[in-house]
């Protein structure tokens, strides 16, 4: 368990939510916000966030979203103690349960935790992404394993995605810009892909990738105009202030 003066209390969506996370390794940023917004969940359905960390993902779509329920997967036990604790400090435990799973794990043990085969109509995801043969990784291990990734971790993370999904139920994923490739290769058992790329200013390059998919969708991919975080002088842009501050959502298609 991360001792108190080893984590840090911060404020998002607006101070909407307080989370406690590590004051070192891996802690959560945009991205997490992100991917919350970009899940269209409604009341009374059932989500499951893999690789949760300390929850902020998971517990912004909840805190969006009255009466979901939301189950939070985590590797790390401290971590997954903390998204707990985070889930009761905002007044959302009885919605939350926190399970400390392995994605990459069996079957059997998802169900033991309670999360058996199709039964739940979101999954959302920030895998691991970048690849330690070709890029600095942290020499801090939870930093690491956050962040540093085996080839086949997004087949896996997305296998695992589509054993807990009844059918038409979505998948979103925040992925690097540069792995597009890979996402179009992982998702077998998924169609119905739309992608929104996110720009950190105009005129530069995407870093990172929203993308819904639907199990056992049909429709042909859809390239969806892009979010752009900042204005040219770094300032945050109104789309931006609107999902990291006041709990806007991503439009995707139905």
């Given amino acids: 368990m991360t001792a108190p003066d080893d984590t840090t209390e911060d404020a998002v969506l607006g101070g909407r939510l307080v989370l406690r996370q590590p004051r ?9 916000i992100l991917l919350a917004a970009a899940v269209d969940a409604r009341p009374g359905d059932v989500a499951v966030e893999l690789g949760a960390g300390v929850g902020a993902a998971g ?24 998204a707990a604790e985070n889930a009761d400090r905002n007044g959302l435990a009885a919605r939350v349960s926190v399970a400390t799973l392995d994605v990459a794990g069996g079957a059997a043990d998802f169900t033991h935790a309670g999360l058996p085969p199709e039964s739940a109509q979101h999954v959302l995801m920030n895998p691991p992404f970048n690849d330690p043969a070709r890029q600095n990784v942290s020499p801090d291990p939870a930093r690491r394993r956050a962040h ?27 992925w690097r810009a540069a792995g597009l490739a890979d996402v179009l290769a992982a998702f077998n058992d998924f169609g119905s892909l739309a992608i929104v790329p ?9 870093i990172r990738l929203l993308v819904r998919a639907v199990k056992g969708g049909g429709a042909p991919l ?20 609107a999902i990291l501050r006041e709990g806007g959502t991503i439009p995707f298609p139905s």
């Fill in 198 to 206: 996110v720009h950190p200013k105009p005129d530069v390059p995407a």
């Fill in 148 to 174: 540093a990734a085996a080839a086949d971790t997004l087949t896996q993370w997305v296998l695992r995605a589509s054993f807990l999904l009844a059918r038409s139920g979505t998948l979103t994923l925040i």
């Fill in 24 to 32: 070192r390794g891996h802690r959560f940023g945009h991205d997490a």
């Fill in 222 to 241: 859809t390239l969806l105009p892009p979010l752009i975080l900042n204005d040219a002088e770094g300032r945050p842009s109104p789309a931006a202030e």
């Fill in 59 to 82: 517990l912004a779509l909840a805190w969006r979203v009255p009466n979901l329920k939301i189950a939070l997967v985590e590797i790390d036990a401290a971590l997954a103690a903390l």
